[in-house]
């Protein structure tokens, strides 16, 4: 993994949302459930800079097709910047989340294979401890609720071969809806009861 430089320093919720049952298999390395995987991650900057630039409590979403394994790569996907920040701030989100700065965000751009389109929309992220909600109008929308122990404590995932967000444990979800309108790219899906996971990231390159 690349070592920090100063680049950017970013904290704050990330959701995914994907096909599979609950729990999606990629995060223990094996294969999606359906053999491909369409899923969507979602980034909440609650704190955070780029290059200076403050990117605090914008948002950033990536909404992929996984044609095999997760540790494969070869993703494809359609890239969303909130559209609250000025130019200057999207463009630093955009810098960062392709890896074009480096850090654990390069490793993880580094398993799309191509990127079909990059947006800019409104997006509304509000999601704690597995529970809360995602919308991008007209294109996507998730819900979610954390699966419990028998004493109320989220179920979490720690120690997984794969995450997108290391260091950091998972909230384990169950998603109630699922939905996506991206008919250009045949991403048009509406899912009920599938996986969901969530969990607070501090990343720094």
């Given at each position: 993994?690349?070592?920090a430089t100063g ?99 390069a490793d993880l ?97």
């Amino acid at each position: 993994m690349t070592t920090a430089t100063g680049t950017y320093a970013l904290e704050g919720q990330l959701l995914e949302v994907c096909n599979c049952g609950t729990l999606c298999p990629c995060w223990i390395g094996e294969d999606p459930d359906n053999g491909t995987c369409d899923s969507f991650l979602a980034y909440h900057v609650e704190r955070g800079q780029i290059k200076g630039v403050d990117v605090s409590g914008l948002n950033w979403v990536a909404v992929v097709h996984i044609p095999g394994n997760v540790l494969q790569g070869n993703f494809q996907g359609v890239f969303f910047v909130d559209a609250r920040g000025t130019p200057e701030q999207r463009e630093a989100l955009r810098a960062a989340f392709r890896g074009e700065l480096g850090g654990p965000l390069a490793d993880l751009a580094k398993l799309v294979g191509q990127e079909l389109a990059m947006r800019v929309a409104p997006i509304e992220c509000e999601v704690v401890e597995g529970r809360g909600v995602l919308r991008i109008p007209d294109v996507l929308e998730a819900q979610m609720e954390p699966y419990k122990s028998p004493t109320g404590e989220t179920t979490k995932l720690v120690d997984s071969i794969f995450s997108t967000i290391p260091g950091s444990p998972a909230y384990v979800s169950k998603a109630s809806l699922n939905r996506a309108s991206i008919p250009e790219f045949n991403m048009v899906w509406e899912y009920h009861g599938l996986n969901a996971i969530q969990g607070v990231f501090r990343i720094e390159a």
